[in-house]
């Protein structure tokens, strides 16, 4: 049974009207579906059935339409009141506590559709990484013939309409899927991108140059630095840490694998189930991963003895498989997301769970978190496309952004967000790309 709620309006003896509220319950009846607008039961075919259009998937799906168009509307009507320009995200939350929040605008860049993509794979992961002073994004395009080109937009002109893409056929990676990608500081900050390659495409790990993106001379681009062949990767990370100099982390089924590129010195370390998230910290040599099984567990990678569990040095568990982690910066408290749509907040002194942040929604997606503590923000794209922002400090549901473009499971949207979108004198904003868009949300 289903609890509804109704309204109708009463007049009593002496003329006199009042809403009166009134609850009932729906039956739920297998194979029928109810119509709240005519009041009354329909009969539900099979999905497959192309004849009658009436399935329960049409059904959620054009209520979860009809729900983002007039959100869309909302905000459309929101953007038409007169705003003060500059207002920075700290009075953003200023006005959100006095119950003063402005609504945030987007303006589209209509010429980028062949410049930026978003990964439209069965996976249902898109990432747009950023790198550590978000003045450049790395794009992932799928291309018709089923592989993937890659590229570099520079954030420099954001806010003038003059977006710059480099654009490049990497010969060492054509062709292949990419599972997972992060930025990596070997030369210097940044200086280089780890992607892992889908199996079946076939598996491959990969460390490249950043600049094989750029379009300077073929001929005089640095040839590919690192790769290998793997099993299927879920996740990687580069560690900055200086007593794990020159490594990076691949989170593989049943595994972690840690390299040092310089070296070609590698650390396995077996795992119960996959690796789905990873980062490193900063202060110590700690690598920590969230599995599918939903523990959370840290490695320090200086250890040499690896048999049974001993060397997991903090373990923590969720209900459901783990989808990200996000250190926070003193890294006494790290944050995580799972396909059950929690999100906690964890101490990792008294390895107990201090916060939760409601809204998320997440069902299989392997799905990131941002967290930007500057601006006191958590950010997380839903499986249900909608874009959620969050208050770190009393984890208050801030924002929540529905998305361009028709929901569907290969138009979940991708975001970047940060104060200074472009580097140092950037502009502040939430960067999102969806299909073959990008969208900036900046503040009024």
Partial sequence: EKLDVGCQRVTNKFGYASDFVYFYYLLELPGFYYDPEKKRYFRLLPGHNNCNPLTKESIQHKAMESKRLRLLEEEENQNKKTTRPGLNSSMLLQKRQLGLLSSTSYCRYNNLNCLLFAISSSATRTTIPADVACERIFTVNDVEHGGCKYGIINLS????????VEMYDNLYFTNRKVNSVCWASLTHPDSHLCLMGIAETPGCASLLPASLFSSTNPGDRPGMLCSFKISTAWSCAWCLNPQADNCFSTGLTRRVLVTNVVTGHRQTFGTSSDVLAQQFATQTPMLYNGCRSGEIFSIDVRQR??????WKAIRLFHDSAVTSIRLLEAEHYLMAADMAGKIKLWDLRT?????????HHNEYAILPLHVNEEEGLL??????CYTRIWSL??????????????????????VVFSSRLGGRRGVPGLLMAVKQDLYHFSYN
Avoid: F, M, W
């Fill in 305 to 310: 003895n690896r048999k049974g569990q001993s």
């Fill in 379 to 384: 950010t997380a794209v839903g499986q249900d």
């Fill in 393 to 414: 400090q009393d984890a208050h549901l801030l924002r929540t952004i529905p998305s361009p473009h028709p929901s569907s499971k290969d138009a979940i949207p991708s």
């Fill in 351 to 359: 390895v107990k769970c201090v916060k939760q942040y409601q809204g």
């Fill in 157 to 164: 002109g954001l806010g003038k309409e003059s977006l710059t």
